[in-house]
């Protein structure tokens, strides 16, 4: 499979948001987001950002990050939020439930390198980083090599 990128400016938290509703109104069962990036990089804004555009009634959306795991039951399929800094092993990973997750929910996962072997290759990952010249800014950039996500990163170039 080719590997392709997308880098995007976000030079405010609405943009992150906008970026993240965009790409969530297109997610299935099944779907994968691996959120990188350093603490304070924007991931759990962006999950949650997207989590909350696609909720019929808006609501809190919490992090993850002492629970591990939040799911919604969004119109078009389950989503889990995991977020798995905490985690040491594989072993953890598939007592959460989060391999079957992956294979039957919508999937938003924070701090994914901890997933090691179990990454899905269609996964898209999104790596969000600080832009040294802006004070709120940041760049995303979206790596994939699965050729369903080809379309969708094509329109959002163009937007």
Not at 31 to 42: R, S, T, V, Y
Not at 79 to 94: G, K, N, T, V
Not at 101 to 106: N, V
Not at 127 to 149: C, K, V
């Amino acid at each position: 499979m080719t590997a392709h990128s997308l880098q995007i400016p976000l030079p405010s938290p609405d943009v992150t948001a906008a970026l993240a509703a965009e790409i969530g109104q297109h997610l299935t069962a099944g779907d994968c987001l691996l959120l990188e990036g350093a603490i304070g990089a924007g991931k759990t804004h962006f999950a949650r950002s997207l989590i909350q555009s696609q909720m019929p009634v808006p609501e809190d959306v919490p992090s993850p990050t002492f629970t591990l795991i939040q799911t919604y039951d969004l119109p078009q399929a389950e989503l889990w939020h995991a977020d798995l800094y905490r985690l040491s092993s594989l072993d953890e990973i598939e007592e959460l439930g989060l391999t079957s997750a992956l294979e039957t929910a919508i999937c938003l996962i924070e701090w994914p390198d901890k997933l090691a072997e179990l990454t899905p290759p269609s996964a898209l990952h999104i790596s969000l980083e600080l832009d040294q010249d802006a004070l709120e800014g940041r760049f995303a950039t979206l790596r994939w090599t699965d050729p369903r996500w080809t379309s969708l990163m094509q329109q959002i170039a163009k937007s």
